[in-house]
């Protein structure tokens, strides 16, 4: 499975911005898939993730702005009111049903006036 993310760029603050990625190859093995995002100098954090069954939750980052969805094996993730603190690079991973995680390339999100 690999795992082709896109989207991001230099967003002004408060804007908006979509993320995309797309799994390719034996999907069918893939259980979960979400986003996890590193801000500089910080650790890698959960922004949100879906299973196969429908279920989707979101991690500890402000809710309200960001709107996750999943179809299959593709995950989309729109970012709303973009702030500074948004700023870093946003990967894209999935978690096979044997336990196993791949993670995508990383898209770079720049928040900046």
């Known amino acids: 499975v690999q795992l082709q993310a896109s989207g991001g760029g230099l967003v002004e603050p408060g804007g908006s911005v979509n993320l995309s990625c797309a799994g390719s190859?034996?999907?069918?093995?893939?259980?979960?898939m979400g986003w996890y995002r590193q801000a500089p100098e910080k650790a890698r954090e959960l922004v949100a993730v879906?299973?196969?069954?429908?279920d989707a939750r979101y991690g500890d980052l402000e809710k309200g702005r960001f709107i996750f969805s999943r179809d299959n094996a593709k995950v989309t993730l729109r970012l709303n009111s973009l702030k500074v603190e948004d700023t870093g690079v946003y990967y894209c991973?999935?978690?096979?049903?044997?336990?196993?995680?791949?993670w995508g390339q990383g898209t770079l999100v720049t928040v900046s006036s």
């Open positions: 190859g034996d999907i069918a093995i893939i259980n979960v």
């Open positions: 991973y999935a978690q096979f049903w044997s336990g196993v995680t791949v």
């Open positions: 879906g299973t196969t069954g429908g």
